[in-house]
């Protein structure tokens, strides 16, 4: 159980108690944050061979590994969305590899669709809760988002012949494999700070219900708007309010999105320019 957990656990008797308790989340949190910050870069895809990272991160994963999609040629997974969207990544700083992409749907006109409306429509349940219900310019899809293989194994995880993207130890240090688990968090976060200095304040997206239940355990209370069916797996339609998300974080995050969210500023305001 990490400190964050523990601490949250703990009873609390008086504002001497209480000011010790702010003082180790408050140290923890910097600790999380610092440590996120050692290995992993966030940035926005401003540049062709920028996006074409990202669409090549999703073609290993949506077309070579989990074959939602068919391969293409090109290695390039690319869609109708993509035109009106934002793309987040995350990079290794020591070696500069992509670990990790995000995809924020941004309508800019009134024909721009989100996925799940083309494709999952019906889906929905919550007539209150619909992305027709919103101003087309405050909502966004957070879809799309993709790890690599190569980030997703622990040394105990490498054997022989091990699969495609496997993580090499001389390479990558025991604190930088810790760090790992924190790449998909950060991509949510990241999301949500584009999100924001987008202007944006509603966000939907489609997902596996024990995914959104992991990202309840850290503070992201997406709210689930209809039923759970088979569309590339067992999924549903969910909505947060972009404000709400980050005022829902764990003490421990908020500090590493107030990070993520600095970095991502000015690259958010060049890519809508």
């Known amino acids: 159980m990490g ?4 601490l949250s656990r703990q009873p609390v008797v008086g504002p001497v108690a209480r000011n010790v308790m702010g003082y180790m989340v408050n140290r923890e949190a910097a600790k999380i944050a610092d440590h996120f910050s050692s290995y992993i870069q966030p940035s926005i895809a401003l540049t062709q061979a920028d996006k074409e990272v990202v669409y090549n991160i999703r073609h290993q994963v949506y077309c070579e590994e989990l074959k939602f999609e068919g391969e293409k040629h090109d290695k390039l997974e690319v869609d109708s969305f993509d035109g009106h969207s934002l793309h987040c990544l995350m990079h290794h700083k020591a070696t500069g590899q992509a670990m990790g ?9 009134e024909h721009h669709l989100l996925p799940l409306e ?3 429509s ?10 027709s219900h919103f101003d087309r310019r405050e909502i966004c899809e957070i879809s799309r988002l993709a790890v690599p293989a190569a980030f997703r194994r622990r040394r105990s995880d490498k054997f022989e012949g091990a699969a495609t993207g496997a993580i090499n130890i001389q390479n990558y240090s025991e604190q930088e494999m810790r760090c790992m688990p924190f790449i998909a968090i950060g991509l949510y976060l990241g999301a949500a700070a584009t999100a924001i200095h987008s202007d944006i304040h509603h966000a939907f997206a489609m997902m596996e219900p024990r995914l959104a239940r992991s990202m309840r355990f850290v503070g ?8 759970a069916r088979d569309y590339h797996g067992l999924r549903a339609p969910y909505y947060i309010s972009i404000e709400g998300l980050r005022k829902g974080l764990k003490p421990g995050l908020t500090k ?14 060049k890519a809508r320019l």
């Open 3 to 6: 400190t964050l957990a523990r």
């Open 101 to 109: 992409t995000v995809r924020v749907v941004t309508p800019q006109e």
């Open 118 to 120: 083309v494709n999952c």
């Open 122 to 131: 019906d889906f929905i349940a919550d007539g209150q809760l619909t992305p």
């Open 220 to 227: 992201i209370e997406f709210e689930q708007i209809g039923e």
């Open 256 to 269: 590493l999105y107030e990070v993520i969210s600095d970095q991502l500023c000015d690259p958010v305001m």
